[in-house]
């Protein structure tokens, strides 16, 4: 996250912004529920794609975050990408996180298309809880 970024978080929605970088090791303040978009560009179909490769690839700080804190629900988005070159790595996510209790009941994608929620872009999101 850069500071542009926490500028615009503050301006819209008047709260404060922390500008840090999520890892793996970080200690995540106590929730009941995890909800992450990890960037996208690891998976994007307009970009290399290289997803786990991707010094970008956020999956590993919010399975962290899932396996700290122990949220009653967690649920996660990302591009479409992330099923088709990155499908096994998907598969791998999904299972680190059963391992950690949780039920993952279909393995099926759920698509979101984002105008669904009001936004001006039209982008396909992958969503999965």
Known sequence: MD?????????????DCVQIMLHSGYIFPKAQIVIG????????VGGYQRGMQDMRDGFPAFIAAV??????IWMFENVRGLMYRNRDYLGLILAELEG??????????????????????????????
Do not use: E, W
């Open 3 to 15: 500071a542009d970024c926490c500028a615009t978080y503050r301006h819209n929605l008047h709260r």
């Open 37 to 44: 978009g990890p960037p996208c560009q690891p998976f994007s």
């Open 67 to 72: 396996q700290q804190l122990g949220p009653d």
């Open 100 to 129: 950690l209790g949780y039920v993952v009941p279909d393995r099926k994608p759920c698509f979101l298309y984002t105008t669904m929620t009001g936004s001006v872009f039209i982008k396909r999101r992958f969503l999965k809880n």
